[in-house]
T-cell receptor
């Protein structure tokens, strides 16, 4: 019940295309859903986050779509660029009870071809 | 503001030894969490400290321990190292445990 399942494991997109990464969870107590971007040799960096009271959040080229009834959320990267090539992790937590414990998905390795 | 810093960045140890990793959170952040990242298991939560108290612990053996100091700096210790402990150890800080977590660059531990 604590798992977050992420797909696909890897993704190849042409420059200018849309990258879509999906995550699913079981624990309905989760109330915070961040996405992190990680480049080789670096720590994960927060990209965008959403709480279950909204269905969509957009920041620049990055959009989170959230479906509470299906217990799914996804990251859309519009106009994907080669500089977006990185590993992306979704995560979830019950912020008010779990003392900062983030449950991560397995990650998606994105490659954007020029 | 300076980001989360972790020292050392790289470490090589042999089986049976112990190791201590250090994390300095962003100034003003009082919560520090530790994660282990491996290719097979991904990112897994180790423990979280807030105001020098461990508030949450993940599913790791007792060989993994940590502490936090009054200036919010944190250390984690792994005793009796095993080959499987080879991983990237990440520290994250947040102003309060309920806020966003900001990660450091990690310490790459290799156990031979």
């Amino acid at each position: 019940q604590q798992q977050v399942k992420q797909s696909p494991q890897s993704l190849i997109v042409q420059k200018g295309g849309i990258s879509i990464i999906n995550c699913a969870y079981e624990n309905t107590a989760f109330d915070y859903f961040p996405w992190y971007q990680q480049f080789p040799g670096k720590g994960p960096a927060l990209l965008i986050a959403i709480r279950p009271d909204v269905s969509e959040k957009k920041e620049g080229r990055f959009t989170i779509s959230f479906n509470k009834s299906a217990k799914q959320f996804s990251l859309h990267i519009m106009d994907s660029q080669p500089g977006d090539s990185a590993t992306y992790f979704c995560a979830a937590s019950t912020q008010y009870n779990q003392g900062g414990k983030l449950i991560f998905g397995q990650g998606t390795e994105l490659s954007v071809k020029p | 503001k300076a980001g989360v810093t972790q020292t050392p960045r790289y470490l090589i140890k042999t089986r049976g030894q112990q190791v201590t990793l250090s994390c300095s959170p962003i100034s003003g952040h009082r919560s520090v969490s530790w994660y282990q990242q491996t290719p097979g298991q991904g990112l897994q939560f180790l423990f979280e400290y807030f105001s020098e108290t461990q508030r949450n612990k993940g599913n790791f053996p007792g060989r993994f321990s940590g502490r936090q100091f009054s200036n919010s700096r944190s250390e984690m210790n792994v005793s009796t190292l095993e080959l499987g402990d080879s991983a990237l150890y990440l520290c994250a800080s947040s102003p309060l445990a309920t806020d966003t977590q900001y990660f450091g660059p990690g310490t790459r531990l290799t156990v031979l």
